[in-house]
């Protein structure tokens, strides 16, 4: 049976809490193996993310994983980060490096911890956490080759990570070849393809260049024309992402992990045609 996990972020907004609300109310009957929030650039989301996970313990049955980075903060002001985690119950942490907060080039903290491989031998050190980190079928926009970029996820396994979560890729051929490239790499634990079904090809597209996943000709071809017709847009996302969890599956994936945009919708509908998750409750 495939496990399938959803990724959330913090809402900024009351508008926007009460949608992400019942984006989780919606999502939440498919039964995902667990449920990841997010933390923004720089840190910048610590309080919104602390307190959504802190309510997804409490008022639901899911399995949250609150999202952690290292970037522009000390080392204490980390350890603090991870102490309020553990007080509220958290078990499972999300380990990246994370983005400056004006989204330029890396630079680590003068006190800080100096990137994902150390952060999360701090975070296996200390214990009591399942530790998932970043992948990237189509190498970080940094690494300076597919290569470089295993060597850098199996030092942070090395460090205590025990799964994966790649950036989303809309072209599954990079998935298979990723995966190949792992194995002759003797990377054994479960690296999770990363989907985004999304109407916002526009967006999509803009967010594609920035992480360095590659967008198909087709794909773009499928939504040309398409801006003012979002209904289209919808049948076009739902199809697109079914036909790609499809091949997955039929390859031997045995999770998916979608990048919901806190919109449950598109996200829902796939799951239920490809029948993932327990659905016996949902009218």
Same mark, same amino acid.
């Given at each position: ?10 809402? *900024? ?5 009460? *949608? ?5 109310e919606r999502l939440a009957p498919i ?59 958290? *078990? ?46 189509? *190498? ?144």
């Amino acid at each position: 049976m495939t496990r399938i996990s959803f990724e959330f972020f913090p809402p *900024k907004t009351e508008k926007a809490e009460a *949608k992400l609300w019942d984006a989780i109310e919606r999502l939440a009957p498919i039964v995902p193996d667990f449920v990841s929030v997010t933390y923004g650039a720089g840190g910048s989301t610590r309080d919104r993310t602390h307190a959504c996970v802190k309510r997804l313990i409490e008022q639901t049955d899911l399995h949250p994983a609150a999202h952690l980075t290292c970037v522009a903060a000390s080392k204490a002001d980390v350890d603090e980060v991870i102490d309020e985690y553990a007080a509220i119950g958290v *078990k499972h942490i999300v380990a990246l490096r994370g983005d400056m907060p004006d989204m330029g080039a890396f630079s680590p903290h003068a006190d800080g911890y100096s990137g994902s491989v150390e952060l999360v031998g701090a975070l296996a050190k200390r214990g009591g956490f399942d530790i998932t980190v970043s992948a990237y079928p189509e *190498k970080h926009p940094e690494s300076a080759s597919i290569a470089d970029d295993i060597d850098l996820l199996k030092a942070k396994i090395d460090s205590g990570a025990t799964r994966a979560i790649t950036q989303f890729v809309f072209d599954t051929e990079a998935h298979l070849r990723y995966r190949d490239a792992l194995a002759a790499a003797n990377v054994s634990i479960p690296v999770i393809p990363g989907i985004m079904p999304t109407t916002n090809f526009v967006g999509a597209k803009r967010m594609a260049l920035a992480t360095g996943a590659s967008v198909p000709a087709w794909l773009e071809a499928h939504y040309r024309g398409l801006e003012d017709d979002a209904d289209t847009r919808k049948y076009i996302a739902a199809s697109v992402a079914v036909d790609q969890c499809r091949k997955l599956i039929e390859e031997g994936f045995e999770d998916l992990h979608f990048y919901t945009l806190n919109q449950a919708d598109l996200t829902f509908a796939v799951c239920r045609i490809l029948g993932l998750g327990t659905q016996t409750d949902v009218a």
